[in-house]
């Protein structure tokens, strides 16, 4: 690892930890030249997902770009950063082990309408409305009148009875 500071790539590892969930180690480092201190994160190498549009046509997952549209939907509202970024992380994963390659947009959505109803219920109607494409006043009321009838789930807790 390169020193930011003065360029040389000898350094010692100061102290290493668990980050973000358990899925990255975050290293503090200092340089032996110039003993300046930085952190580097070390995270798992993913397969590539691609995404299978609604129109039939393909293109690279990006992480940043799910959790961007979490972000749009929670603008505002008393949802933390680090609660959106586990909630995508736990997406990443869900479909890492339930699709080889190829991910239909529409499971990304469905899961993301999930963690956002156990979110934020606004948020969730923001993400449902572009998600569903909307097209009038009636379809948001019947939207949130069913809000009120869905359980929110735990994610913590598998589902005992699939259908």
Known sequence: MRCPKCGKAEDKVIDSRSAKAGSAIRRRRECLTC???????????????????????????????LLGG?????????????????????????????????????????????????LDDVAYIRYASVYRHFQDIGEFIHEIESLGRKIKRNSQQPDLFVK
């Open 70 to 118: 979490m972000i749009k939907a929670c603008e505002k509202r008393p949802v933390s950063y680090d609660a959106l970024a586990r909630a995508a992380e736990e997406i990443i994963q869900e479909l890492e082990q339930s699709f080889d390659h190829e991910v239909p947009s529409s499971a990304i959505g469905v899961r993301v309408m999930e963690r956002l109803h156990n």
């Open 35 to 65: 003993q300046h201190r930085f952190t580097t994160y070390e995270e798992i190498e993913r397969r590539d997902l691609r995404v299978i549009k609604r129109d039939g046509t393909h293109e690279a997952f990006h992480k940043q770009k």
